[in-house]
C-alpha cells in the first residue's frame, strides 16, 4: 500500500495499477494434488476455478462458491491465499468449491452481474448432476466485497425458480429484519487490519503505517509457518493455526467502562461487553459471530476482543461474542 501510494503520488503509475502488479507476483496455477482435482474453466462465458475432491463418495457433494475481496475493483481466484482457502475448504469439507474470476477487468457492477450469472449455470439439474453436488447443501459464501456480493445474490437477485435450493427463509432474512425496524449498519475501524483471518490486534487507536505493515508481516509469517509444518508432515495446516492463534487469546478483562465476563448461553459459551454508564433508555445489542472458516477461530483472539470492545464503547451497546 505504501509503495502504491507513492507511485501514485508521484504520477509514476494509478494506486490500484500498483497494487494489481504486486498481486500478481502472487497468482495460483489450476495444480491438483493426490486429494484435489483443480482446473480453471468457465460459466457462462465467466472464468471460474473448480475443486473436485477425488475420492468416490457414495452420497451427493455439498457445494461452496466462493467470491472473493478486492474492494469490487481488485483481487482474482488466482490469488495464493484464496487458492489455499479453496483448496482446503474442499478437502476439509469433502466438497465441490467454486471460486468466481470478477475483477479488475470487469469492475463494479459488472461484478454482481457475474456471480448471477454463474450461480444461475451452476444451480441447473443437469450441472449439479455432473460434479455430483446435493442441491440441498450449497453454500454463497465470500470475504470483504465478495461477502457483500454474496449476500446482494441470495437476498435479491436468485430466480425464484432457484429458492428452493436454500433451506429457511435466508433470502428473505433482511427484509424480515426491516419488517421490525431494525437497522443494518456498518462500523469502519479507521486504519484497521482487514481480511478473511487474522492473527493481530485490532487498531482501536490511530495505527502508523509501519505497524499496520508489521502487523501483516505476522499473519503471513503464520500462513508460511503453516504451510511448511503441513508440507514436511509435522503437523497438520489447521492444527498450526488453532496454536498460533492460542497465543493471541485474552481473558474477559474489564476496564473503566466496559465490563468483560465469559458466560454461557444454553450451554454454549458467550462473552459479553457490557457498558458500565448508566443509561435511561434500552441500549442496542450487537450479537457477534466470529470467522475463521467455520473451523478455526474463536471471541477469544484479541482482534475480536478489540473489536467487540470498541464497539461495546462506540455504540454503547451490549455485545455478544459467540465461541
Known amino acids: 500500500m505504501l509503495q502504491a501510494t507513492l507511485c501514485d503520488n508521484i504520477g509514476l503509475m494509478k494506486y490500484e495499477e500498483v497494487l494489481l502488479t504486486l498481486s500478481a507476483v502472487h497468482f495460483t496455477k489450476p495444480v491438483s494434488d493426490e486429494n484435489i482435482t483443480v482446473m480453471d474453466t468457465d460459466f457462462n462465458d465467466i472464468p471460474v476455478r473448480l475443486y473436485l475432491p477425488k475420492w468416490k463418495s457414495e452420497r451427493q457433494r455439498p457445494a461452496v462458491i ?4 478486492g474492494s469490487f475493483v481488485l483481487g482474482s481466484y488466482k490469488l495464493a491465499a484464496y487458492d489455499d ?6 478437502n476439509k469439507l469433502d466438497a465441490v468449491v467454486v471460486g468466481i474470476e470478477l475483477a479488475p477487468k470487469y469492475p463494479f457492477p459488472a461484478a454482481l452481474e457475474d456471480c448471477v450469472y454463474v450461480i444461475k449455470f451452476f444451480l441447473q439439474e443437469n450441472i449439479l448432476a455432473k460434479y455430483r453436488v446435493d442441491p440441498t447443501r450449497i453454500c454463497i459464501m ?31 432474512y433482511i427484509s424480515r429484519l426491516r419488517n421490525v425496524g431494525v ?13 478473511a483471518l487474522s492473527f493481530t490486534r485490532a487498531p482501536v487507536k490511530s495505527v502508523k503505517t ?13 500462513n508460511l509457518v503453516a504451510t511448511l509444518c503441513d508440507n514436511i508432515g509435522l503437523m497438520k495446516y489447521e492444527d498450526v493455526l ?10 474477559p478483562v474489564s476496564d473503566e467502562n466496559i465490563t468483560v465476563m465469559d458466560t454461557e448461553f444454553r450451554d454454549i459459551p458467550v462473552r459479553l461487553y457490557l457498558p458500565k454508564m448508566k443509561s435511561e433508555r434500552h441500549r442496542p445489542a450487537v450479537i457477534f459471530i466470529h470467522g475463521g472458516a467455520f473451523v478455526l477461530g474463536s471471541y477469544k483472539i484479541s ?21
Open 142 to 172: 465470500g470475504d470483504s466485497s465478495g461477502g457483500t456480493l454474496a449476500a446482494t445474490v441470495t437476498q435479491l437477485h436468485m430466480p425464484t425458480e432457484s429458492r428452493h435450493l436454500f433451506k429457511d427463509d435466508s433470502l428473505i
Open 183 to 195: 437497522k443494518v449498519t456498518h462500523e469502519h475501524i479507521e486504519k484497521g487490519v482487514h481480511g
Open 66 to 69: 466462493y467470491i472473493h475481496g
Open 242 to 251: 488453532v496454536i498460533l492463534a492460542s497465543v493471541h487469546f485474552t481473558k
Open 303 to 323: 482482534a475480536y476482543d478489540d473489536l467487540n470492545r470498541w464497539t461495546a464503547n462506540k455504540l454503547d451497546a451490549v455485545v455478544v461474542g459467540i465461541e
Open 85 to 90: 482457502l479453496n483448496r482446503w475448504t474442499a
Open 210 to 222: 509501519w505497524k499496520v505493515m508489521a502487523l501483516d508481516a505476522v499473519a503471513k509469517t503464520c
